[in-house]
């Protein structure tokens, strides 16, 4: 079964006619029953509500078809860019700041469209794993961009890589030296040949298919105001306010071509409904699925066999009923070890730590280390403190007078947990070797699909930050396990 969501970026916020598309577009789900996602940027939601477009905003709050999703706080005038300032600030002054930008806006849209956004889906591009993690914490369920599954202890859906779009033949193809040149008459046939042949081909590789569409490209031949970010973007941020805006006039379809590009769409999703190979959702529905209770709990034979199986190779375990990321074994190996410590013996029963993978780089000792029984045990009571009030692993750690990053602090807390359920007894040391520093997931397309950048950027902009935190966040990522909820 193929799950399929229609999501569409809500954000022109220069032309009046992309307020009508959005409108018929919602008719159209409406009509035929199909959900769809509306990914509502904060600006076009203030923009409708200015513009007194009650009719567009009474259908996004159809809830029983049209879900409200979360697409940043501004689209055409906004500060510095996720991207850049997650690039250049620490993690978490990053944090600070994507919540700072970005929560107004959540709720502006959450206010105004009449429904709390469910999904996140960044603009332009505009990804940092700060701003994603900034998501999270402020009550957004899921995120519509990030790989399948759960990266940071958050719920994701892939974005790039598995998209169709729902937009027909629109293009950005323009002639300045025919400024009015008609556009022709879509050709609907055509475009629901191409469009099926485009899901066939994804969905023979993939069990989720994103059909993405912007209600402005049903309105406008031309989406004028694209050719101004350059400019508007030359420093990478747009600049103290007032700032500069887009205001080149949109070239709009003709009547014909519009409805033509409807007609493809509702086309489109009849087609879609014929096949019972297809599962016609929304990410409600799929977070309601695939999110887990909040506290779950393993027992001392699980741990043991985590702890054996993530020491053979560190990356991702799918096993009762739920999943694992190396972040949780080591975080659930550091409870144990600090309760040992603090009641004289070992937990039976262990909560799942759902912890984040480290945010500065990983402390590497290539050769291994060797550690006594205190500095394991010093070093876990030291983990636990950083856990408990960051909800992460180390990068690096201070185990008595021995320096470790998070796999030797794994390796060392699980030698204390297997020596003893081997021999009965804590074994004075624990000597780990050369170790795997990160995931194997890194060298997957689950993390290699990834994109970061945009057109907002300077030129040269390095982009080596963002990749380093995702790879360092590998340690978060585990699969989801639809039905975990029970």
Known sequence: MTDVIFGYDVEDVYCPASDDALLEICRVHIEEGVPASMLVAGEKARCMRERGRRDVLDAL??????EISYHGNYWGDFPEPATKYGAEMPFDEAVEFALHV????????????????????????????????????????CWAGGPRGWIM???????????????????????????????????????????????????????????VGHPVCWAVRE??????????????????????????????????????ALD????????????????????????????EPGQQWITWEQLVSLARRMTEDLDAIVDFGTSFSPADVTGMLIFAVQYCYEYNAWPREIPVQRV????????????????????????????????QDDRRLPGKLRASFLDVGPAELLHLAAGLVLGFEETGELPAEVTTGPLQMLPGVIETPTITDRRFGSSNMPPDFDLDPLWDLLHWQAWSYRPAVPGANG
């Open 61 to 66: 709050a159809q809830r029983d078809i049209i």
């Open 102 to 141: 970005e929560s107004s806006g959540l709720h502006d849209v959450a206010e105004i469209c009449g429904q709390f956004p469910v999904a996140w889906c960044c603009h332009q591009a505009q990804q940092s794993l700060p701003m994603q993690y900034a998501m999270k914490l402020a009550g957004v369920r």
């Open 153 to 211: 202890n958050w719920l994701s859906w892939p974005r790039s890589n598995c998209v169709v779009s729902s937009q027909g033949s629109w293009n950005m193809e323009y002639d300045p030296l025919r400024p009015d040149e008609t556009k022709p008459t879509a050709d609907r046939e055509a475009d629901l040949r191409s469009a099926q042949e485009d899901f066939e081909r994804i969905a023979a590789g993939t069990d989720f298919v994103s059909f």
């Open 223 to 260: 989406w004028s105001g694209l050719w101004e970010y350059a400019t508007l973007f030359r420093h990478g941020s747009a600049g103290a306010y007032p700032r500069p805006r887009i205001t080149t006039s949109p070239r709009l379809r003709a009547a014909e071509d519009r409805q033509a």
């Open 356 to 387: 984040l993978g480290p945010v500065e780089e990983p402390m590497n000792q290539p050769d291994g280390v060797t550690a006594d029984r205190r500095s394991i045990f010093a070093g876990c009571r030291a983990a636990y403190a950083i856990m």
């Open 264 to 291: 493809h769409l509702r086309d489109l999703l009849r087609w879609l409904k014929t096949r019972d190979d297809v599962n016609l959702t929304n990410y409600a529905a799929l977070c309601d699925r695939d999110e």
